[in-house]
């Protein structure tokens, strides 16, 4: 039986999960001709200044090398395949900026998601312990810069 911090955990990812699939569209203004990532899910195309949303289909992610949705197999994270086997169900921190998380479930690789949206902006890292996107000065290291501090009680008498 799942305990209630693994519950609220899950049914967390899947609401990642599903704020994830929503696609933003990068500002193209100024940008090179190109495609520009949204985020695992989707990408930009940008031509001429003017921007066209491409999403990606199942078990396909953006890959940055390709400049399209390729499946997610085919090239490593943070939106490429992560291995889940020997893992619980949960979300897990795509090392080393944090800025991504990939969700296991019955030990199956599900997809990988940013905290930003557009990936390139914003100051969000993933907070495994919490299974949630934080500011990094509130998570500890390695993906933060938040110093652990004992809570009442933890105090020892030196």
């Known amino acids: 039986m799942p305990s ?7 049914s967390l990812g899947l609401l990642f999960t599903m704020m ?4 933003a569209q990068v500002d193209c203004t100024n940008r090179p001709d190109g495609a520009y990532d949204n985020g695992c899910n989707s ?3 940008c031509t001429g200044g003017v921007g066209v949303v491409v999403d ?14 390729d499946p997610w197999e085919t090239f ?8 889940c086997t020997g893992l619980v169900d949960s979300l897990y921190t795509v090392y ?6 990939y969700t296991c479930q019955n030990e199956m690789f599900i997809g990988a ?12 890292v993933f907070d495994q312990p919490r299974q949630v996107c934080n500011w990094d000065w509130a998570v500890p290291p390695p993906c933060g810069t938040a110093v652990p501090t004992a809570l009442p009680g933890q105090l020892k008498n030196v």
């Open 43 to 45: 990408y930009t195309i």
């Open 76 to 83: 490593p994270p943070p939106c490429g395949w992560s291995n």
């Open 113 to 124: 998601f940013p905290c930003n949206n557009p990936p390139d902006i914003g100051d969000l």
């Open 56 to 69: 990606c289909g199942p078990e396909t992610a953006f890959n940055p090398a390709s400049g399209q949705c």
């Open 20 to 23: 994830a699939g929503v696609s």
């Open 4 to 10: 209630l911090y693994q519950t609220v955990g899950v």
């Open 96 to 101: 080393p900026d944090c800025k991504y998380f």
